[in-house]
């Protein structure tokens, strides 16, 4: 028996199609976003955890832009110090040729001059986003380049560091010339024991005072020319040990930077596994939700239609 105060059926069809629209609403979430928790109510447990991680892995994305900026120093530092070795390397060979008899020193001194101008342009220019690990003003000091970051079980972040001690890649100094490869004295002996005590650039700074500068002219003795070869060959050692501290720096970074982006993508993966929906099987959910909707709707108008023919029985 129908009644006109309440129609039963159709308030089960109005629960029926509530259902259906939830249901609906759901599946569309999930098929535009592609997960299957997007909020804690869906499953508390995995959104923690997705969130957590997460987190960690801006972090993550964070310090690899910042490997990003410190290969970038490292490299300009690096193609500096090439640059350098290469032209202390020709002054090297112009100081040998002077010592040949009847050469014009003079002239090769001018040389010398031009080569030594274009180190310190080298020292000067091999900067990176305002920083220098070739040339400085004060004392060099420690670099600590982010290497990766971590999250503890109480939630907090730590971060590592690549330590570069940017005293053994200085060329030259305007504050002490003993902070510089370039700048400094470097004292020895010659072969026929002949004393000796050079620096290559005079960039103005504090420095020994019983050095000379490696310049030479043609009054310039053999002895002499032996001491500044002896003091270039020091100064080749000392640049091509800077050379293969800056290399393997490098090279350590990019190695972390490779680690980091296979980390990131690790906890991508991780956290897909735990929120991520299955595209095809909600994709198949949402048609078929669309289709018991609209079965729904139709009933509902069925029985509302139903109830109209009962009321005008009264009309």
Known sequence: MSS?????????????????????????????????????????????????????????????????????????ASLGMEAATSLVSEIKAKLILARSPGVDRDAINAEIGQLKEQLGMVAESSSFNGENWLSSAGAPGVKSLLASASTSPDGTTGLN??????????????????????????????????????YLLDTGSQGSATASEIKISNSTTEDELDGMISATDSMLSSLTSAGAKLGSTSSRISANTDFLSKLQDAIDRGVGRLVDANMEESAVKLAATKVQQQLQTIGLSIVNEQSKRILDLFR
């Open 161 to 198: 560091t690549i330590d570069f001690d940017t005293a053994s890649t200085t060329l030259t100094s305007s504050g002490d010339a003993a902070n510089g490869l370039l700048t400094k004295a470097y004292s020895g002996t010659t072969d026929n024991g002949t004393a000796y005590e050079y």
């Open 4 to 76: 006109i105060s309440y129609n039963q059926s159709a308030a089960s069809a109005l629960l029926l199609l509530t259902g259906s629209a939830k249901a609906l609403e759901r599946n569309t979430i999930q098929v535009a976003t592609g997960r299957n928790v997007n909020t804690a109510s869906d499953n508390a447990a995995y959104w923690s955890i997705a969130t957590s991680m997460r987190s960690t892995g801006m972090s993550l994305s964070a310090v690899g832009d910042a490997s990003g900026l410190a290969a970038a120093m490292t490299d300009t």
